[in-house]
């Protein structure tokens, strides 16, 4: 049986983007007799906001969207985010990591040109040699892609079919990703694959701004043991003048077209 989700951050109201996303995932999962899910990622608790999650469930509701119970979020999570952590650490997974932006800006300065990988800069790797406590420090941790025991890894999306990369790319393109900040102790990354997993997700459709990233999320299910969906990374809702669209474009929310009189089937509409 096909289980989906749709899985928003509230930091913001949802727009055109989130509506196709998910309904794209929800469609997908209905037609086929399926599970639908919503997980709030709330893990960053300065950013997100309680009336921004209020909005959002009744904006789904408004679209038509109906979803299986309870709604999962990610903030009743960080208990199981750090033993994860704990044993990534004990098994020589992760290293701790004290560069500011600005030491990482430094240390990249002297590279022909700066490489990027899914989130910015890639890690010019300044502390991966230090010397390692036993304890895990307090610091971010990053994730030690020299560890990995297998070389060749892949995944299938629906739009792009089936993507293969190596460990050498993976060191190379992607580097050494944080997988918890030292703020909120936790990381997209791995929040993203454990509650997948926890989930039963076996069908991920999100934006192909992600594709990238999905490499790490497919070397930590390979390194926990978890198995990996089946992916559809979509084209993304962009802007009259081709920019995809914000968070902070609230003339594009789904609340402002409501509050405009725009009905769902209009809204469809203008997604297709
Ligand atoms: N919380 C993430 C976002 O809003 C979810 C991405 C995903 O679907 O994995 O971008």
Redesign the pocket.
């Known amino acids: 049986m096909k289980i989906e989700r749709f899985?928003?951050?509230p930091t913001g109201l949802l727009h055109l983007g989130h509506a196709y996303s998910a309904l794209l995932a929800y469609n997908s999962a209905i037609r086929s007799g399926g599970k639908f899910f919503i997980r709030i990622?709330d893990i960053d608790q300065i950013r997100c906001k309680k009336l921004f999650i209020e909005q959002i469930l009744d904006d789904l509701k408004w679209l038509g969207i109906n979803h299986e119970k309870p709604i999962l979020k990610q903030s009743s999570r960080f208990k199981f985010y750090k033993k994860t952590l704990q044993s990534l650490w004990d098994n020589n997974y992760l290293f701790g990591c004290d560069c500011t932006r600005k030491d990482i800006n430094i240390a990249s300065a002297p590279n022909e040109k700066t490489l990027y990988g899914p989130d910015g800069i890639i890690y010019p790797n300044t502390c991966l040699n230090k010397i390692r406590s036993k304890k895990m420090p307090s610091t971010a941790l990053r994730l030690n892609l020299n560890s990995l025991d297998k070389n060749n890894f892949s995944f299938f999306d629906k739009k792009y079919g089936k993507i293969s990369f190596t460990k050498e790319e993976a060191i190379e393109n992607i580097g050494s990703v944080i997988l918890a900040r030292k703020d909120i102790g936790i990381s997209?990354h791995l929040s993203?694959v454990l509650d997948d997993a926890f989930q039963g997700i076996t069908n991920?459709t999100?934006g192909e701004d992600?594709l990238e990233a999905t490499k790490i999320h497919v070397i930590l299910q390979y390194i926990l043991n978890l198995p990996t969906p089946v992916y559809h990374h979509h084209k993304l809702i962009r802007d009259e003048f081709g920019k995809r669209l914000a968070k902070r474009d609230d003339a594009r929310s789904i609340k402002n077209y409501r509050e405009s009189g725009y009905s769902r089937e209009k809204i469809i509409k203008m997604l297709n």
């Open positions: 899985a928003p951050s990622e997209y993203v991920v999100r992600l």
